[in-house]
């Protein structure tokens, strides 16, 4: 099992910048790819992007390209998820989550964080 807990959530005013942090203990976490999803209220929760297990590969979602770079760190078993230029629709409540294999859906990842809200003001 892996244990996973997020942090650097806050409330930001638009333009500026985030970095969150996902703490991983447990087993093998070097053999998991990771991924980092948000959901805002109301609404269902959203892939952002994910790494595969040797930090080598990335892939995010088109909606946030350009802004937010994920990274992982596997000798301290740490993802991160850096944003700039953030807006106001970034709101949300901010995840990451460990996977087999890499993917963009929701379903395929085994191990869930509590989630750190991320607010941006207008």
């Known amino acids: 099992q892996v244990q996973l807990v997020e942090s650097g959530g806050g409330l930001v005013q638009a333009g500026g910048s985030l970095r969150l942090s996902c703490a991983a203990s447990?087993?093998?976490?070097?053999?998991?790819?990771m991924g980092w999803f948000r959901q805002a209220p109301g609404n269902e929760r959203e892939f952002i992007a994910f790494i595969m297990w040797n930090g080598v590969g990335t892939y995010y979602a088109d909606s946030v390209k350009g802004r937010f770079t994920i990274s992982r760190d596997n000798a301290k078993n740490m993802v991160y998820l850096q944003i700039n230029s953030l807006k106001p629709e970034d709101t949300a409540v901010y995840y990451c989550a460990a996977a087999g294999r890499p993917s963009p859906r929701v379903a395929l990842y085994d191990y869930w964080g509590q989630g750190t809200q991320v607010t941006v003001s207008s």
């Open positions: 447990g087993r093998n976490f070097n053999n998991y790819a």
